[in-house]
């Protein structure tokens, strides 16, 4: 499966940017899709996941409230609005999408990374 995020900016904090994520190909592949992030010197982190049927999502702790995942099966898109953006959501977002929750990072597939940067 392979996919294209779009959707970064720049954006003051208090702002909104929602981040989109199309996924083509092997769409089988992807029962689950979600979000990363990697701020600069930073390792890469978990931010959202959602399954196929959109039933199930999980947030981390330092979005919740803020971010809402969401995802299109008719457009194969997945979705992340972000609100409240702080200066420390500054990252790129990787979108990712895999055949189970509990796929290893290394099995997962990613896309390309968008850039997010929230100024204070």
């Known amino acids: 499966v392979q996919l294209q995020a779009s959707g970064g900016g720049l954006v003051q904090a208090g702002g909104s940017l929602r981040l989109s994520c199309a996924a083509s190909?092997?769409?089988?592949?992807?029962?689950?899709m979600g979000w990363f992030r990697q701020a600069p010197g930073k390792q890469r982190e978990f931010v959202a996941r959602?399954?196929?049927?959109?039933?199930?999502?999980n947030y981390a702790d330092f979005v919740k409230g803020r971010f809402t995942i969401s995802r299109d099966n008719t457009k194969n898109t997945v979705y992340l609005q972000m609100n409240a953006l702080k200066p420390e959501d500054t990252a790129v977002y990787y979108c990712?999408?895999?055949?189970?929750?509990?796929?290893?990072?290394?099995?997962?597939?990613w896309g390309q990374g968008t850039q997010v940067t929230v100024s204070s």
């Open positions: 190909g092997s769409i089988s592949s992807a029962y689950v």
């Open positions: 959602i399954i196929r049927s959109g039933n199930y999502v």
């Open positions: 990712y999408a895999a055949t189970d929750i509990f796929t290893s990072d290394d099995s997962k597939h």
